[in-house]
């Protein structure tokens, strides 16, 4: 029983560390969600994210522009990162319990 304890508690280390990991590089994708807009027959994005109470827009550039791109892909990157995590909590959360793990 012991043995099987002690894998559980490694487990549950490693755990703690992947979601350190993942809240990490989460601080360093861009928050919000790009929205189109189409002014006098072009397409524009703007990144939209909150501050506090408020909305606030940013304007990233046209349809075709590269930038558009790189934050559409960290935003989908930050996404895989938001499951990843949430999958993980549910992990630790698990582990604790098994454990009988107050803190941590």
């Known amino acids: 029983m012991d043995a099987v304890k002690g894998v559980l508690q490694e487990e549950l280390e490693y755990e ?5 990991r993942y809240e990490e590089a989460l601080l360093a994708l861009p928050k919000g ?3 189109k807009k189409r002014i006098g027959g072009r397409d ?35 996404k895989r990162y938001q499951r990843m995590l ?16 107050k803190s941590a």
């Open 33 to 35: 969600s790009l929205s």
């Open 44 to 78: 524009y994005f703007y990144l939209a994210h909150r501050e506090g109470p408020t909305i606030k827009t940013v304007y990233v550039g046209k349809a075709d522009a590269e930038e558009v791109q790189a934050y559409q892909a960290n935003i989908a990157k930050r």
């Open 16 to 20: 703690l560390k992947v979601r350190e």
């Open 86 to 101: 949430k999958e993980t909590k549910r992990t630790i959360r698990y582990l604790k319990k098994v454990l009988n793990v």
